[in-house]
């Protein structure tokens, strides 16, 4: 026998470890993934196990290649194959996909429950599941949706209905209204997480909620200047101004609050419109009437979902132009954040229409980030795309695009700007007076 073979006793072989560095954090901050005590060069896979609450599954899965020293850091290796390819280190999160066909992901209970992410190494590639094999190594990482110390406080005050969310400390905090769109309910996940950044951030509800209307038939712009001037009157509160964060329908709400409502001074519009579409909008004495949509132009994706980019009339032809949202009169900022995949609103469109009104008004006060492969659906970072998805008041399944690698890098580019944004214009205001 040779004198330099190694011989490995059962007793000395590496066994594999898997760390995923920090196991309980954010569920906007990066995890870092290694494992060590692999055979050199040995192809593994690696795997995500993610159950929301409803006990819906959510899997992802990935092939690497260890070093000759055995390890594998995900911040330098990259993926061969399996849910994405290359080097992203926190691809296993981005790419769940839900094990039931059109299954969102959506965190419920923010402030008492994490989402816990298992991720799981196989010493091989690993393709069908069977209880059969074990994995070499396994470690849950908790993701968590708000900052310890983080206050919710229930709103229901005259017709309002919502969640505050206070950071921890003493205040005054910048203060954000959070509205989403078409999903209805109640929707908390961005408005905690955005708290945990030092925001004071209003979740709020306006139909199919508690003793809301149940189906969304106008949109009534003095319910969002009460929560406005409810959010302004909190003690925790810094004014004099507040920001909106908004996305699709909440995002023409957004805007339509930016150029009504003086109080609003910061305004996040992720892939909305320029215009009034499907239900009027009422403040005071004024209704804006919808722009006519026209179903005969919707289709559907290979996946069967419904696309509805096309489907709506277009704010520039002269008989809409009653419809179009007088943004020239916005007295505050304007973010416009524009996924170029959005299939279910000619979002680009819009906000470029938009930001010409501006222009042709001489006033500079909007700019747009528009991001190659994000679709409709631009959530905070790590968040799986969600390509498409049961709406439930159409009870349709809707289409909402992306590609999940330009999705991925768009959220995490987005939410920093996002705070940037927030942080420039709603404390800025103060310190200016």
Known sequence: MAENTTQWSLG????????AIPASALADEPVHIRATGLPPMQLVTLMATLKDERGNLFQSKAFYRANEAGELDLKQAPSLGGNYVGVHPMGLFWSLKPQRPFGRLLKKDVMNSPFSVTLDLYNSVYFLESAIV?????????RWFRRPGTQRVQIREGRLRGALFLPPGEGPFPGIIDLFGGLGGLVEFRASLLAAHGFAVLALAYFAYDDLPELLLEVDLEYFEEAANLL??????????????????????????????????????ING??????????YRDLVMLPIHSFLERTDTDVSGAVRLCHYRGDPRDKANQQSVLPIEKAQGQILFIIGENDQSMNSREYAKQALEQLKSHGKSNGRMLVYPGAGHLIEPPYAPLCYASRNN??????LWGGDPVGHAAAQEHAWGEIQKFFRQHLTQTRSQL
């Open 232 to 269: 302004l009157a909190h003690p925790k509160i810094q004014g004099p101004g507040i920001g909106v964060m908004s996305v699709s329908k909440g995002a023409e709400i957004g805007l339509a609050m930016a150029c009504f409502l003086k109080q609003v001074v910061a305004t996040v519009c």
């Open 134 to 142: 074990q994995p070499s190594a396994s470690q849950v990482v908790q």
């Open 393 to 398: 008041v159409r009870s349709l399944i809707l």
């Open 12 to 19: 000395q072989l590496p066994m594999p470890q898997l760390t």
């Open 273 to 282: 419109t320029n215009a009034i579409f499907d239900f009027p909008l009422k």
